[in-house]
């Protein structure tokens, strides 16, 4: 039987018309572009992802550490220990490999790079009889994919970290060939040509082969944040708003003009501070033209920059871009009650788990459990993950004693019980 394959060119044109420059092939590797900057081919997309975390807005960072708390819960566990091969499973998992992690140091670091990347990526080592002897964390931001096969799949991965040199076409020391290593894509019964492959873990993707996070309809507004904050730090540093310009007449050499701003400063402004202190500033200018022109002093009004209601739709707009809640970012004054099983923060975080994190975490354990299976582990890996209450917990009935029930909830004083022997001795003089 002969079996043909086809491809559709339209979708390739479609996303090509849309965004030509997110992802684009070079030398059969896939780059992965941050496609806002106009149509450049950085291949910087992850590590543009990892910036924005690092060093852009603080609610961005806040919820992007949430995710990770919650995707990484108690850590791995095992969901039946009754299992019989459960010893041996619990034995593979507290195995080190040689860069000195067990596997739920493996999966403590996957759990960071989906809380940033929605994606992670393990290196599998094979042993001889082709079982699983190790399993590396790599890194998201150093790994690129290959151009897929004739059926639509990745077959390699290229791992280096100097995607930056070698994407520059300008640098010509440092290539694909000869700084990245390539490496097999997770096919178990290969093992025997290739003992060491790697494993993308991500949800599916649409017309893409890399993650792409929620949040990225929200990455102009996350610059944004941190645009407006440099703004308002650079003003109140450097004073930049000037107070006026001073005009008058004369022709002085550049010793005179210094020696003359110097004895304004001394006369109109205090000499001590710090050396960042905001000052008001002085534009000085001097003209020769003594018949059509007059010394004059032009005030400068400031211009009045109001962020307050850009700021709301900046915080707005990047909490839903990660389909959270204003209250568990601490902007909404709900938060400030917390009492009640309804309360406002507490259903919140278990909301943002349950639809956000939750699907994520499950994604990971999928990827974790598909490369155990090898081992005959019977897809038994699992992960809690506790979400905070914000309400003391309430005494019931049946928890508390007859006199605690007494004073506790009827607010009764404490009633002297006779004992057994008390009854007998009274019994008995009757």
Not at 8 to 17: N, R, S, T, V
Not at 33 to 45: F, Q, R
Not at 61 to 74: A, E, H, V
Request: include cysteine; proline fraction near 4%; charge should be negative.
């Amino acid at each position: 039987m002969k079996y043909q394959t086809f491809s559709i060119p339209h979708k390739e044109a479609f996303m090509q018309a849309i965004n030509p420059n997110l992802i684009t092939e070079n030398k059969g590797i896939l780059y992965y572009n941050t496609g806002i900057w106009g149509n450049s081919t950085d291949n910087a997309m992850p590590q543009f992802l990892a910036d924005l975390v690092n060093n852009a807005s603080s609610l961005h960072s806040n919820l992007c550490n949430l995710k990770f708390s919650q995707i990484q819960g108690n850590n791995l566990e095992l969901a039946d220990n009754n299992v019989p091969n459960a010893n041996e499973q619990a034995a593979f998992i507290a195995k080190r490999n040689k860069s000195g992690d067990n596997l739920k140091s493996v999966y403590s670091k996957c759990a960071r790079d989906f809380s940033i990347f929605e994606a992670a990526t393990i290196q599998v080592i094979f042993n001889r009889e082709g079982q699983i002897a190790e399993i590396y964390h790599v890194p998201v931001d150093n790994v690129r994919m290959s151009v897929p096969n004739q059926y639509n799949q990745i077959d390699w991965y290229f791992v280096s970290q100097y995607w930056g040199d070698i994407s520059n076409q300008r640098y010509k020391k440092k290539t694909a060939a000869n700084s990245a290593v390539r490496v097999r894509a997770f096919s178990p019964k290969d093992y025997k040509e290739y003992p060491i492959q790697m494993l993308y873990i991500s949800k599916y993707n649409p017309m893409t082969w890399y993650s792409i996070p929620m949040y990225q309809s929200s990455i102009g507004w996350i610059l944004l944040d941190n645009y407006i904050a440099n703004f308002n730090l650079g003003n109140i540093k450097s004073n930049y708003f000037v107070s006026g310009m001073l005009t008058m007449q004369g022709n002085p050499t550049a010793e005179e003009m210094t020696a003359f701003i110097d004895d304004f400063k001394a006369l109109y402004q205090q000499t001590t501070g710090a050396p960042n202190e905001t000052r008001e500033k002085m534009i000085f200018s001097w003209v020769d033209d003594v018949k059509n022109q007059a010394p004059a002093f032009t005030p400068m009004q400031m211009t009045q920059y109001d962020f307050n209601s850009l700021l709301e739709k900046v915080e707005s707009r990047i909490v839903s871009g990660h389909n959270a809640y204003p209250e568990i970012v601490g902007l909404s004054t709900k938060t400030a009650d917390l009492g009640g099983q309804g309360n406002a923060l507490y259903v919140g975080l278990q909301a943002f788990n349950q639809l956000v994190t939750e699907p994520m975490k499950q994604t990971l354990l999928d990827g974790f459990n598909y490369v155990l299976d090898v081992n005959g582990f019977d897809n038994n890996l699992t992960c809690v993950t506790d979400v905070i209450r914000t309400t003391q917990p309430e005494a019931l009935p049946e928890d508390l004693t007859l006199e605690e029930r007494r004073r506790m909830i009827y607010n009764l004083e404490t009633v002297k019980q006779e004992t057994a022997v008390n009854k007998t001795e009274d019994i008995t003089e009757k």
